[in-house]
């Protein structure tokens, strides 16, 4: 057997197994938690010795791993954390090979399938989607969803993959999509260590699944302890499974099924896991397994050893209920395997885990050779007279295991100190680092985006059509109609959020529509905006189109962990193997108060790279940017302008198919004397200023980016500047927050620079946040006044005889 080869395990039911048959698959588990355990083991060993910068691993937790991979069925789902290993080799998730190349950060697809070297080691993912950015099938799979670091983070998506489990089997409407759901009888499997069930996102994904009835089988390991810290100082009665008993579903409420078991008991592991899925799959009904005295043999990670925090009495405990000792035991005790026999397959497995490491090693180090050979022979040809060149060359080619790192940056001192000196030689030496400059882009800098063939840049731009004798109607009865033709043209379509089910949102951009397509696509939530957002990815990563709505963009930041450190970054972290096209709609700007009329722009654009953030100026423009989003499959998050819901608008004829492209920026008034560039609902007030400008002999131009991310890819600021020479940054945004970032993308990205003559300005809320009411608003944010007030002086100090000053 190759090391690349998976060993994987069996589904037990042993009434139809002869004891034979049941020694077979018992001993083939033993060898998969073995072999398991041997790369624990040997990963450590890599780390420690230099070859790998951190190590976390599976040790302890094998046992339940493997009962649980015998319940896992091609279609199914995890959604997990970093001790999962036995699971992953159990269902063929991940070869032995692969988690190695992984520790080594391997940046290959290849090497690396879950994440190409991008991710820690223990880091899981499959890839749901092809190099295109289409799916596969996803029902002969067998599927994980792309963990992440940080605790707890796993548990909203998880919710997501379990309820497009419940759309699937009760919405018919989805029967034609053949690559997600066999009649929804997916489950998704949770995973998560006993400490990190004190964070809030456990607790709001246990009631989100409760109330949604959901197939979601969490498991919880508990080894008693988070890194250094005892269960007494994490969990209420040192016993999740005991504090969630009143979760328990009976003969009058529905809720969960709860199980206990212990880590090392192999047979009522198998046991309880047949059981427990069995009833999450058929039933739908969501079930945890709280899986006690688990053991952690060589302590939590690499960065420290647990003699430190646990005691002699615990640490002689975990020696003897260690699931592997304890599952050698009862193997030979009930004469299923010799000590001999077992002693063979010990050394087996230890040869073979040795041999993947070894593989992984020279291949990851084999990646990186011939750049260095090349890199050598070439620093060598170049003439220095110094004898300089001859050194580098010469130490790079003494370290043995060099990094890319260190290739590269040999050759880019060879460059700088050959400067002065062109030659033939040089130049090839320039070529190649040019080539890989494109190699290493694509190995660390790419695909923050899937850019698969139903990337948003690639959707048709279909203009507005307006009637003759068009209608002006309220603006969310634009969106209405967007909403209504987009949902009737796909079925895939799902929006949720609170009051946007009955109600129809508190705009009413949906209202009315419920009725018409179901509670299942179009429905009320909870108050629980992680989850919402986690629904919103789990559905996404199965097929479905979900329109996840945050009430108001303040609000936001509830959800904005899962935002960025699941959604923002899932191409970029698994080299666009997954992907999760979920539309986060909100609204903000312009409301009252300090919780209702937020522009937290610099949060959002710091923290959600990864994302499309569109800033529509009104609904028209929101339905074109919908129906740009509705038709390509990258992630967005769309802030509708909180006051434009009852503002008049034309109403498009094609209101469902016309498209604003996205990154597209619009000169929504044209001027000579002076660029302003803004966005959203700030935008109305700056074209009240520029009437009054006007009259004052100062004529502004008017840009409106759109979105902010993509930033006006066709240089509309700068073309607009090369014209007025002036700029004026304006938002409701913190002083040096969304402005800083238009000013950098203006000056520095499109060299709007070059471009002026006067200092360029920004004009932004101040850093408190916005006070109650109409006095409150107007000595906070910019009003009319300070826009014009701010034209106007910078127009002063260009020209103070022709603009004398105001005040
Ligand atoms: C949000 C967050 N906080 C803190 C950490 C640092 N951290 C990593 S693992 C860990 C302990 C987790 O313990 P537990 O959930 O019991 O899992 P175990 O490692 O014991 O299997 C902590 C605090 C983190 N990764 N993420
Ligand atoms: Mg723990």
Redesign the pocket.
């Known amino acids: 057997m190759t090391p690349n080869t998976k060993l994987t395990t069996n589904p037990i039911d042993a009434s139809e197994l002869s004891f034979e048959d049941f020694k077979t698959i018992v001993i083939n588990d033993y060898k998969i938690a073995f072999e398991s355990r041997q790369a624990s083991l040997l990963g450590r060993r890599e780390v420690l010795t230099g070859k790998a910068k951190f190590g976390?691993f599976g040790d302890g937790?094998e046992l339940p791993q493997i009962a649980m991979a015998k319940a896992f069925k091609d279609g199914d789902w995890r959604s997990g954390?970093?001790?999962d290993q036995t699971f992953a080799f159990a269902t063929g998730i991940c070869t032995i090979k692969e988690f190695f190349a992984q520790l080594y950060a391997h940046a290959s697809v290849e090497a690396d399938p879950a994440s190409a070297g991008r991710q820690m080691n223990c880091h899981f993912a499959t890839r749901s989607i092809n190099e295109d950015g289409s799916w596969k099938d996803l029902t002969v799979m067998k599927n994980s969803s792309a963990d992440i670091?940080?605790?707890?983070?796993q548990m909203p998506r998880l919710l997501g993959l379990a309820y497009a489990s419940k759309l699937y089997r009760q919405n018919p409407e989805l029967s034609y999509l053949k690559n997600f759901s066999v009649n929804g009888n997916e489950v998704a499997f949770g995973t998560?260590?006993?400490?990190?069930?004190?964070?809030g996102v456990f607790f709001e994904t246990i009631n989100a699944a409760g109330v949604l009835q959901v197939p979601m089988a969490m498991s919880v390991?508990?080894?008693?302890?988070?890194?250094s810290?005892p269960a007494r100082y994490?969990t209420t009665k040192e016993d999740i499974s005991e504090i969630l008993k009143g979760f328990q579903r009976d003969e009058y409420a529905a809720g969960y099924e709860i199980f206990k078991v212990r880590g090392w008991d192999y047979p009522a592991l198998c046991e309880t896991y047949q059981k427990a899925i069995d009833i999450c799959r058929t039933e739908h009904v969501p079930v945890l397994i709280h899986v006690t005295e688990?053991t952690?043999p060589q302590g939590?990670?690499t960065s420290g050893s647990h003699e430190r925090y646990k005691d002699k009495k615990r640490l002689d405990w975990e020696k003897e209920f260690d699931c592997i000792v304890q599952m050698r035991k009862w193997m030979l005790e009930s004469a299923i395997i010799t000590e001999e026999d077992l002693v063979d397959l010990e050394n087996e497995a230890k040869t073979l885990v040795r041999q993947a490491q070894k593989e992984a090693w020279n291949e990851f180090l084999g990646s990186i050779s011939q750049e260095k050979e090349q890199a050598i022979a070439m620093i060598s040809a170049l003439e220095n007279g110094d004898g300089l060149m001859e050194k580098i060359a010469g130490q790079l080619a003494a370290t043995p295991d060099a990094l890319r790192k260190e290739v590269i940056s040999a050759v880019r001192k060879a460059l700088r100190l050959t400067l002065n000196k062109p030659s033939a030689e040089r130049t090839s030496l320039l070529n190649w680092y040019n080539d890989q400059k494109e190699f290493n882009e694509d190995r660390y800098n790419s695909k923050l985006f899937t850019e698969g063939k139903e990337s948003p840049s690639l959707v048709n731009h279909v203009p507005a059509v307006y009637a003759e004798q068009s209608k002006m109607v309220d603006g969310r009865e634009i969106l209405n109609k967007c909403f209504d033709s987009n949902f009737s043209r796909d079925q895939r379509l799902i929006a949720f959020g609170e009051d946007l089910g009955m109600i129809g949102d508190v705009n009413q951009g949906f209202a009315g529509l419920q009725s018409k397509y179901g509670e299942l696509r179009i429905t009320d939530t909870g108050i629980r905006e992680m989850t919402i957002v986690g629904q919103g990815i789990g559905l996404a990563l199965r097929g479905l189109r979900p329109i996840a709505e945050i009430q108001y963009v303040d609000y936001l930041l509830f959800a904005l962990?899962i935002l960025s450190d699941d959604l923002a970054s899932l191409s970029y972290r698994t080299k666009a193997g997954q992907k999760a096209p979920v539309i986060i709609r909100t609204r903000g700007h312009r409301l009252e108060g300090v919780w209702h009329s937020g522009s937290p722009i610099s949060m959002i654009l710091g923290s959600l790279r990864g994302l499309h953030i569109c800033v529509p100026r009104n609904m028209t423009q929101a339905a074109g940017i919908y129906n740009t989003l509705f038709r390509s499959d990258e992630p967005a998050l769309v802030i509708e302008c909180l006051n434009g819901y009852r503002l008049k608008e034309n109403l498009p004829e094609n209101v469902g198919e016309f498209t604003v492209p996205l990154g597209q920026a619009e000169i929504i008034r044209a001027g000579t004397d002076l660029t302003i560039v803004s966005y959203g609902s700030t935008l109305r007030i700056i074209e009240e200023a520029a009437e009054e400008l006007e009259k004052m002999g100062i004529s502004v131009e008017i840009v409106d980016p759109q979105t902010l991310l993509p930033f006006d890819t066709n240089k509309v600021c700068v073309t607009s500047l090369q014209k007025t020479n002036k700029l004026l940054v304006i938002d409701e945004d913190v002083p040096g927050g969304g402005t800083a970032y238009l000013a950098q993308q203006i000056l520095e990205v499109q060299g709007g620079y070059y471009m002026l003559d006067a200092q360029p300005k920004t004009l932004s809320a101040k850093a408190h946040r916005t006070p109650y009411g109409s006095d409150g608003d107007y000595f906070t944010k910019p009003s009319v006044d300070d826009v014009i007030e701010t034209v106007y002086q910078m127009m002063h100090d260009h020209n103070a005889a022709k603009f004398p000053s105001i005040y």
Do not use: F, L, M
């Open positions: 976390i937790k954390y970093y001790r670091a940080p605790t707890g983070g998560i260590g006993n400490a990190s069930t004190a964070e390991w508990d080894d008693g302890y988070g890194i810290v994490q688990v952690q939590h990670s962990n």
